[in-house]
T-cell receptor, first 118, second 114 residues
Framework: GAVVSQHPSRVICKSGTSVKIECRSL??????MFWYRQFPKQSLMLMAT?????????EQGVEKDKFLINHASLTLSTLTVTSAHPEDSSFYIC??????????????FGPGTRLTVT | GNSVTQMEGPVTLSEEAFLTINCTYT??????LFWYVQYPGEGLQLLLK?????DKGSNKGFEATYRKETTSFHLEKGSVQVSDSAVYFC?????????????FGKGTHLIIQP
């Protein structure tokens, strides 16, 4: 089946620094990738939709200047948390859609990245 | 707006017990409905889906029926196994799940004891 990886799986950074999270589709080309954020005991909240070669579409309330998303190739999308603060500590999950796959409606999820800002 | 409400866990059952995890939704349009499962240390995986009223999604012994009149999509399994221990998420999409992001419930942690 389709596999999506994320790197790193865990990252700790100091307040004020930036951190980049990568999301890769390993065996398919993903024209669309999604970034979610999950707080403890909360549901996944959609942050933005990333389309290859175009600007990301952010959900209401998500700061686009703080959460920079780049989808420069059909297999890679990156989320950069700029000037991170402790309140940005969370679990970030990406998913990817394979438009040519067996199930074009299905999103394939990465294992997530745990970000801790100290 | 769109929202999904599911029973909060943890839900603890003995092996071979009957499982029901409730899920209800509100949506501005006609949604497709999904159940995703997350095993420890892994990403979410699609368990089953239904795209229109009265559709029944099924997979691995799990079933859920799209009930438009009650806006529900309850997950059931007749006899659970220890290997079913995981977190289950109910979700909806207005585009069929492909073109736009999903709206998730909070997840239900299921623990099956031998």
């Amino acid at each position: 089946g389709a596999v999506v990886s994320q790197h790193p799986s865990r990252v700790i950074c100091k307040s004020g620094t930036s951190v980049k999270i990568e999301c890769r589709s390993l065996d398919f080309q993903a024209t669309t990738m999604f970034w979610y954020r999950q707080f403890p005991k909360q549901s996944l909240m959609l942050m933005a939709t990333s389309n290859e070669g175009s600007k990301a579409t952010y959900e209401q309330g998500v700061e686009k200047d703080k959460f920079l998303i780049n989808h420069a190739s059909l297999t890679l999308s990156t989320l950069t948390v700029t000037s991170a603060h402790p309140e940005d500590s969370s679990f970030y999950i990406c998913s990817a859609r394979d438009p040519f796959g067996r199930s074009s409606y299905e999103q394939y999820f990465g294992p997530g990245t745990r970000l801790t800002v100290t | 707006g769109n929202s999904v409400t599911q029973m909060e866990g943890p839900v603890t059952l003995s092996e071979e017990a009957f499982l029901t995890i409730n899920c209800t939704y509100t949506a501005t349009g006609y949604p497709s409905l999904f159940w995703y499962v997350q095993y420890p240390g892994e990403g979410l995986q699609l368990l089953l889906k239904a795209t229109k009223a009265d559709d029944k999604g099924s997979n691995k012994g799990f079933e859920a029926t799209y009930r438009k009149e009650t806006t529900s999509f309850h997950l059931e399994k007749g006899s659970v196994q220890v290997s079913d221990s995981a977190v289950y998420f109910c979700a909806l999409s207005l585009s069929g799940g492909g073109a736009d992001g999903l709206t998730f419930g909070k997840g239900t942690h299921l623990i099956i004891q031998p």
